[in-house]
């Protein structure tokens, strides 16, 4: 019995956690913006009389930006919320059916 509260415990914070760090589907959309960005920058590069400068400045900070969504993107595919969900409900069926045996 303590091990399924603990089990049901941990899978309560793990799906809270995947709240704080945003759907995937959102951080996709980050990455997509950021790359859109990142080319509409590139394409000032070609102009001889762009100041480079801070154009390299930017993409390399959007870069930077787009690297740190890829992270948070591959811990956020590691947790499937819907999944968590389910083991949340069945766990939770499980220790309210069950007699206290400890």
Do not use: C, W
Not at 46 to 57: G, H, S
């Amino acid at each position: 019995m303590k091990k399924k509260l603990n089990e049901y415990f941990k899978l309560v914070e793990q799906s809270r956690q995947i709240s704080e760090k945003g759907t995937t589907t959102e951080l996709k959309a980050k990455m997509k913006e950021i790359s859109r960005n990142i080319r509409k920058l590139s394409e000032k590069l070609a102009d001889p009389n762009a100041d480079f400068e801070p154009l390299l400045k930017q993409i390399s900070e959007f870069k930077a930006e787009q690297k740190r969504l890829a992270e948070k993107l591959e811990s956020a595919a590691d947790y499937d919320k819907g999944a968590v969900k389910k083991k949340i409900v069945a766990l939770r069926k499980e220790i309210l059916g069950a007699k206290h045996t400890d």
